[in-house]
């Protein structure tokens, strides 16, 4: 799994979903599709890596309006971008992506389950999720990849990237190791914010927390497969009832990026 992490200078948490397989013994292409965190930093020899080994054709971005503003990304030439808010404002207190300090973290943040459960449920997070999963499929993959991204990339670019691969007829069980992959790369930086909340005096429970939501953990994203099995006969129809995406859209993506068996 871990050999799909793409090794950029200032594009963390980024990865190539080539290689996976499906239940039928079919392989996602490699190079087409991307997932990763913001990319306000990413260095010029980052952007010639995304044209030159990955042709980057679109990039979709799943942040606020306000997070956009805080921190935009970079600017790439002949590269299609789309912004896809998959909630607004008014939620934006219940991811621990937007730009708050330690004390804001810990007096907005919930549980991070409830978090994948809103955005699988809430209709507005559900219409935006299906938006962002449609404008990834509906690409023409002739044209070069596509790469989408949160602010970490592991919270909504998580369920995003879940979507996708379910839609691919990937397995659940590997669906949740690419997710949990995030901790490889956010583990330090999670360290980091746990040390600190205990030199500034908090409580070990409240360096806990701050650390906590920087790591994927697999009780978030069964969550989200959780309130999809409730409300859902099955993930075909959360797919195309939910996140009204057609059928006929859903096997053009597969047959533009799957290589059969």
């Known amino acids: 799994m871990s050999n799909r992490k793409i090794k950029f200078e ?16 079919d392989m996602i292409s490699s190079g087409l599709l991307l997932r990763s965190a913001n990319l306000a930093d990413a260095t010029e020899k980052d952007k010639r890596t995304l044209q030159e080994q990955y042709h ?35 939620m934006a ?24 459960g809103q955005m699988v449920t809430n209709e507005s997070c559900r219409q935006n999720l299906g938006m962002a999963a449609r ?65 500034a005096g908090k409580t070990e429970m409240e360096a806990a927390t701050i650390r906590d939501i920087f790591l994927a953990k697999e009780e978030y994203l069964n969550k989200a497969f959780e309130a999809i099995q409730e409300q859902y006969k099955n993930t075909d129809t959360f797919l195309r009832e939910g996140l009204n995406i057609p059928q006929k859209l859903i096997e053009k993506f597969q047959k533009s990026v799957l290589l059969k068996r």
């Open 56 to 90: 980057i054709a679109k990039i979709v971005d799943l942040r606020t309006e306000m997070e956009r503003k805080e921190k935009p990304d970079v600017f790439i030439p002949n590269t299609e971008y789309q912004s896809i808010p998959i909630f607004d404002e008014s």
């Open 135 to 199: 404008s990834v499929m509906e690409h023409d993959f002739s044209k070069g990849s596509v790469l989408w991204h949160c602010t970490e990339g592991k919270d909504r670019c998580g369920l995003l990237t879940a979507v996708l691969l379910l839609a691919l007829g990937v397995e659940k069980r590997i669906i949740m190791e690419d997710y949990m992959l995030t901790n490889e790369t956010n583990k330090e930086k999670a360290e980091r914010y746990y040390q600190g909340m205990l030199l």
């Open 10 to 25: 200032k594009i963390w948490n980024a990865r190539d979903m080539g290689g996976l397989l499906n239940v039928h013994g």
């Open 93 to 116: 207190g219940i991811s621990h992506e937007k730009s708050l300090n330690k004390e804001q973290i810990l007096a907005v943040i919930p549980k991070l389950g409830f978090l994948y």
